[in-house]
């Protein structure tokens, strides 16, 4: 079965480095998305991605994050100066065309110390 | 404003008893809402989902309800086994063009008790 997969696993970074997380989502996808879960807490929406442009954000995506469908496979996440409270999960999920199911990737688990 | 939340932050049951999760949302604009399961250490995984215009939607062993007067979602697990401990999410999707914005509630854990 597809599944939406994402690396690193895990990413420990200093704080006000810049960090790229990477998304491979399932291959006839057409509608791309980046969360985020603070350890214990619920699934924060950032963005959503579609047609090679971002269709809806949330006020957490500020201008330190930025988005990228950079060769047609890959769906990255950049975070230019990383604080803190960065530190999450950061799941990315994927959508089809002919339902509004989203499947979501393992996730990546940032650490910013 | 956009806010979806939930009633229990945690549910214990017996192993073979009903659940029942329920969810209160206060977006009247959003037309679609979805039950999501996350197991530890895993991305939340679609269980069931629900338009605006319907009031109940059942799958396999789950059944979702929305009562769209008082804004409130449930999702009723049969026989409740030990696999379905976990936490789950209601959300609500908002948007129409491209993708969605989606808004996930606080989450309930639910555990099964053998």
């Known amino acids: 079965e597809p599944e939406v997969t994402q690396t690193p696993s895990h990413q420990v970074t200093q704080m006000g480095q810049e960090v790229i997380l990477r998304c491979v989502p399932i291959?006839?996808?057409?509608?791309f998305y980046w969360y985020r879960q603070i350890l214990g807490q619920k699934v924060e929406f950032l963005v959503s991605?579609?047609?090679?442009?971002?269709?809806?954000k949330s006020e957490i995506f500020d201008d330190q994050f930025s988005v990228e469908r950079p060769d047609g496979s890959n769906f990255t996440l950049k975070i230019r100066s990383t604080k803190l409270e960065d530190s999450a999960m950061y799941f990315c999920?994927?959508?089809?065309?002919?339902?509004?199911?989203?499947?979501f990737g393992p996730g990546t688990r940032l650490t910013v110390t | 404003g956009e806010s979806v939340g939930l009633h229990l932050p945690t549910l214990s049951v017996q192993e073979g008893d009903n659940s029942i999760i329920n969810c209160a949302y206060s977006?009247?604009?959003?037309?679609?809402f979805i039950w999501y399961k996350q197991e530890s250490g895993k991305g939340p995984q679609f269980i069931i989902d629900?338009?605006?215009?319907?009031d109940k939607r059942q799958g396999q062993r789950v059944t979702v309800l929305l009562n769209k007067t008082v804004k409130h979602l449930s999702l009723q697990i049969a026989a409740t086994q030990p696999g379905d401990s976990a936490v789950y999410f209601c959300?609500?999707?908002?948007?129409?063009?491209?993708?969605?914005?989606?808004?996930f509630g606080a989450g309930t854990r639910l555990f099964v008790k053998a």
């Open positions: 999920a994927s959508q089809g065309q002919s339902s509004y199911e989203q499947y």
């Open positions: 291959s006839n996808h057409l509608y």
């Open positions: 991605f579609y047609n090679n442009e971002i269709s809806e």
């Open positions: 977006n009247s604009a959003s037309d679609y």
């Open positions: 629900i338009r605006s215009n319907m």
């Open positions: 959300a609500e999707n908002i948007g129409r063009t491209g993708g969605f914005k989606t808004i």
